[in-house]
T-cell receptor, first 113, second 114 residues
């Protein structure tokens, strides 16, 4: 039972354009959401997070949007750069992050120069 | 900067062997985690620990055990390795500060069971 779903296994975007990565969840107890980025042969690194008390969080080129009623979140990267090419994992937790993380299956983002 | 070190980047073992994967963190974090990453399945939590000598089962604990004798070290044990345990194994740690802190990951151990 996949409680966190990333339905697009891969995405290609032109350099300089906006990349939008999507994530859906089914567990209504989740109230804290994160995005991790993973390069080949490295561990995932934390990118950005959002609590369910917000609907948007921004950090430089990265913005995460949360739609609680639709149980959907998205990561926007603008402008996209070649170094953004990586696998992106969405993750969710209950109790405002104090419970274990549940990860999605990942989306491989390729930025085309 | 937080450093999570996994003892081996690549490991090849045989079916039935007992396998130890070691993880050490240098930031005095209370929480430590073991995941496996498989294509199309993302990261799945095997075991985690909130303190020395404590352990909790994750989502897929079958066939695995863990040991945490010291705060900085968290070991994953495959009691009798099987081919379906061929995977990328990732260790992570995080502090227990009351508010949420992201997990920091090691670079992974790619384990092949022949």
């Amino acid at each position: 039972d996949q409680q966190v779903k990333q339905n697009s296994p891969s995405l290609s975007v032109q350099e300089g354009r906006i990349s939008i990565l999507n994530c859906d969840y089914t567990n209504s107890m989740f109230d804290y959401f994160l995005w991790y980025k993973k390069y080949p042969a490295e561990g995932p690194t934390f990118l950005i997070s959002i609590s369910s008390i917000k609907d948007k969080n921004e950090d430089g080129r990265f913005t995460v949007f949360l739609n609680k009623s639709a149980k959907h979140l998205s990561l926007h990267i603008v402008p996209s750069q070649p170094g953004d090419s990586a696998v992106y994992f969405c993750a969710a937790s209950a109790n405002f992050g104090n419970e274990k993380l549940t990860f999605g299956t990942g989306t491989r983002l390729t930025i085309i120069p | 900067d937080v450093k999570v070190t996994q003892s081996s980047r690549y490991l090849v073992k045989r079916t039935g062997e007992k396998v130890f994967l070691e993880c050490v963190q240098d930031m005095d974090h209370e929480n430590m985690f073991w995941y496996r990453q498989d294509p199309g399945l993302g990261l799945r939590l095997i075991y985690f620990s909130y303190d020395v000598k404590m352990k909790e089962k994750g989502d897929i604990p079958e066939g695995y055990s863990v040991s945490r004798e010291k705060k900085e070290r968290f070991s994953l044990i495959l009691e009798s390795a099987s081919t379906n345990q061929t995977s990328m194994y990732l260790c992570a740690s995080s502090p227990n500060t009351g508010d949420y802190q992201p997990q920091h990951f090691g670079d992974g151990t790619r384990l092949s069971i022949l």
